[in-house]
Nanobody, 123 residues
Framework: QVQLVESGGGLVQAGGSLRLSCAASGRTFSSYVMGWFRQAPGKEREFVAAISGSGGSTYYADSVKGRFTISRDNAKKTVYLQMNSLKPEDTAVYYC????????????????WGQGTQVTVSA
């Protein structure tokens, strides 16, 4: 059982940066793949980034590659999403999620989800 709590969202101007955090509970945090998803109003939830349990492998959606960086600190049981060069189209609720197994962009692989944090990018 894993519980996840996101934080760090807010309002930022286009071109700016934010760092999201996801704090996890559970004794086996390091065994889970961690991912970030986002959902804009009126749109389906989409994959953003994922990181392996050890932090040695990452995987990004093409839309954020080169701008966003996912990382984790297993000692702190926390995963981060550094978001640079933000665009208005990045506006969404961002969700942290945990999955067993290898890196994946498929929602069904993720069995634990946080409550989400709002990111708004103004033009």
């Amino acid at each position: 059982q894993v519980q996840l709590v996101e934080s760090g969202g807010g309002l930022v101007q286009a071109g700016g940066s934010l760092r999201l955090s996801c704090a996890a509970s559970g004794r086996t945090f390091s065994s889970y793949v961690m991912g970030w998803f986002r959902q804009a109003p009126g749109k389906e939830r989409e994959f953003v980034a994922a990181i392996s349990g050890s932090g040695g492998s990452t995987y990004y959606a093409d839309s954020v590659k080169g701008r966003f960086t996912i990382s984790r600190d297993n000692a702190k049981k926390t995963v981060y999403l550094q978001m640079n060069s933000l665009k208005p189209e990045d506006t969404a609720v961002y969700y942290c999620a945990a999955a067993p197994g290898p890196l994946s962009d498929r929602e069904y692989r993720y069995v634990y989800w946080g409550q989400g944090t709002q990111v708004t990018v103004s033009a």
